[in-house]
């Protein structure tokens, strides 16, 4: 079992920054893929990024690819992801998410997520 809870939320002007946590509890976390999805208001839920359980492999959604960085630190049981270089359109709930099985490479299919946070709000004004 893992509980995931995400922190960081924010209003930032277009270009700015924001470093999203996601902090976990459960002594599985670090055998464990974690996901960043988003959903805007009326729009389906999309994948970000996703970061496999050791920390040596990302993948990003074409969107965010070269603006934003995942990265974990298992000693702190934390996920993290850097945005930068923030558009309006990024604004979003963000939700990071733990694969329901361990190891393996980055996942983007929300099905293949089985913990889920409650999500933070981010907004990026123009």
């Known amino acids: 079992q893992v509980q995931l809870v995400e922190s960081g939320a924010g209003l930032v002007q277009a270009g700015g920054s924001l470093r999203l946590s996601c902090a976990a509890s459960g002594r599985t976390f670090r055998s464990v893929g974690v996901g960043w999805f988003r959903q805007a208001p009326g729009k389906e839920r999309e994948f970000v990024a996703a970061i496999d359980w050791s920390g040596g492999s990302t993948y990003y959604s074409d969107s965010v690819k070269g603006r934003f960085t995942i990265s974990r630190d298992n000693t702190k049981n934390t996920v993290y992801l850097q945005m930068n270089s923030l558009k309006p359109e990024d604004t979003a709930v963000y939700y990071c998410?733990?694969?329901?099985?361990?190891?393996?490479?980055?996942?983007?299919?929300?099905?293949?997520?089985?913990?889920w946070g409650q999500g933070t709000q981010v907004t990026v004004s123009s």
């Open positions: 998410a733990a694969t329901r099985f361990s190891f393996g490479g980055p996942k983007s299919r929300p099905d293949d997520y089985g913990y």
